[in-house]
């Protein structure tokens, strides 16, 4: 037996004798979780963690005083989005009656002490339970971008995030499917052009890397966002277990760190839900810039879980997971096989519809949403729900205000062509010369351009509006006075326009899949 497979012996054994002094302890069964790299025990109202004394290509456990050391980062890092959960480093101790946390004896290892959430509480369990839903995907977009928007900001000086790194990081994943792949009969026939594709990807964005570590979007995140490290034990999802033993797997683009649970979320089967995530963080963010390497960005996320279960797979004792290695690996080869740059803008007044309609073709299609209301405000300093009337300054809706709006729409379209996404620019586009500037946009980026035209009655889009005003909680100001102003100076599409526009009734709920299927049928 070698060195390192005799000290995981001794560990396991410690660990199963340190359970069963818990559990004459607590007079309760305690449950242990076994992963590759530690081992948890659930008591009834805490949990302790003990990374195993291993040695893997990502880390590097065997030294006590390593494990220490990675104990205590865990637990700062993990504060900073669930410090309720987070309390502290215990020793391990080989106490006199064996095994014990606290007291006397010799420090053996070392546990991160947390409180126990309630079992069901994970996003993978509640998925399969049919149990997450729009609303906490919703919130927790909001409460992911603002962790982002506070997290420390990499120093140029240290490298993360160029593309020496990614890189690097690349290469260590492919060196780990590799040796997966070697460890089967037959071969994916998807590898060897999905190895080609990242190659010529990363590449591709070789100018992208510097634009973003100038612009600060190089963060200290969590860097394991995959379902199972997102819990919600009641109304609020918060996000544990953040990557403590690789500073260049944490150290990473803000986008790269919301590319895990979108990417989880499409292994798993809900698009919809991917995609209101992502939808949801850049409406907090507005952090369109980085669109063009998002796909790259899931493929990498697709990888590492492919690793992660590939060891797994091998690993007798541990319990299967609902996404198979195979499963992670062929979703990579079909997100990098899927670019579809495409150019969707709405037209009509305030109250037509476009925001509902967009909302469920970004879920049907997996587009990218590009909002006026919320960009307008960005522009000058708001956040989507305030109110430009309560605050002094320039005229939001003015001539001005309207051209930079536009001109930053126009941007945030070019950066999501550029990665491959369907796009949809939810606006109201009622001049031609505006509808014109996409128009071209699309056309320069070879993408299809389609105009979904949301008509309704005036009668009934004054009471949809009035409703909204009355509701709350919409990023549009639009009263009735714009509405009838609108409807006034409104331009109507030309022959050209109407063409490409598919038409939809504010009085007929057409479902989003065939709305979808018309869009994407579109060249």
Known sequence: MSDEAEAEATARARVSALRAALEAQEKAPVRLIETHISWVLLGTREAWKIKKPVCLPFLDFTALADRRRFCEEELRLNRRLAPELYLDVVAL??????PCLGGQGTIVDFAVRMRRFPDGALWSERLAAEALHAGDIDAFARRLAGFHREAAVAPPSLGFGGAPTQERVTRRLITGIDTWQRSLVVASGDWPDLRAWLDAERERLEDHWPLRLRSERIRECHGDLHLANIVQPGDQATAFDAIEFDPEMRWID????????????LAHGRRDL???LLDGWLEASGDFGGLPALRYFLVERALVRAQVEALRELTPALPASACSAHAYLRLAAELAAASD??????HGLPGSGKTFRSQGLLESVGAVRIRSDVERKRLFGLTALESSRERAGPDLYGASATRATYARLLESVQASLDGGWPTIVDAAFLKRGERGDFAALAAATSAPFTILDCRGSLPLLRRRIEARRMRGGDASEADVAVLYRLAVSAEPLDAQERERAIVVDAEHAAPPGELAARWLSAT
């Not at 101790?93 to 064996?98: L, Y």
């Not at 803000?254 to 979320?265: C, G, K, R, T």
């Not at 740059?341 to 709405?346: C, E, G, I, K, Q």
């Open 274 to 276: 991917a995609f209101r």
């Open 254 to 265: 803000v986008l790269q760190d919301l590319a895990f649970p979108v990417m989880d979320l």
């Open 93 to 98: 101790r080989d106490g006199p009656a064996g």
């Open 341 to 346: 740059p495409r150019l969707l803008v709405t």
